[in-house]
């Protein structure tokens, strides 16, 4: 039997009583250097039985919302098609109701899922992006697709508001022009960033996570890792100011890369997925 996140009874996981819905993808036809980010979403799964349900932070039980597990989207294709198929899902699941996540795979794997979200509210949509890197290629090994182009083809339907990045091509330059970019240098210098970062956001926020975007020392499974990134604390006081001041639309967490030894990476990436759902469900308690 496929993994279920939380390891949830059957009562907190059907489809149709489930608030919320995870779509596994498990894609890495793209990957540069590090490859196994198709193994990061049943990872995250796995990992996620181990959570304790009861969040301490919020004083809540989030799971008693509904967490439905998707079946796994296998894809061998190009990224471009990856996307057509990827969007289809995403607007599948949101006809019926249910707030997105989606587990990647690399960093290509949200581009459908974030324009099924985005266009579905009405009024600017910001895309918050927690990573190392910009992403914003027009064009990476031939495809407008690849995983070194997510944000590019993200800011076509929101706005891009990068968090930590550390790592770009100079050939990014000009779309990172027209990005607001908060990066980990900067952020390691200013005391209030978190505030900057929420007010340079739109109202309607779709929230993608690069785990390449975290530190190293804490999340050293990923397949392009980068020193100086976000620390768990200060990436949790984000989310919650972003989550209680605006109103997110879905999410996503990608490029997990398992290894030998890397389960406290697998419970990281499960955790933050569950606490992301905890401030949700605690918004403006």
Known sequence: MAPVFGGLEAEYCQYATSRYAVLPVPYDQTSTWLRGAEKGPD?????????????LETDSEPYRAGIFTDAPLICKDSPDLLFEKVLARANRLLDDGKFLITLGGNHCVPIGSSKACCERVQGPVSVLQIDAHSDMRESYEGNAYNHACAMARMKEWARPVGVGIRSMDISELENIRQARIFTA????????????VVDALDENVYLTIDLDGLDPSIMPATGTPEPGGL???PTLDLLAAVIQQKNLIGFDIVELCPGENTFPSHFLAAKLVYKIIALQESKGK
């Open 43 to 55: 990872a995250i799964l796995e990992a996620s039985a181990h959570m304790e349900l009861y969040d």
């Open 185 to 196: 240098a900067y952020i390691h210098r200013t005391p209030g960033w978190i505030q900057e």
């Open 231 to 233: 620390l768990w604390y």
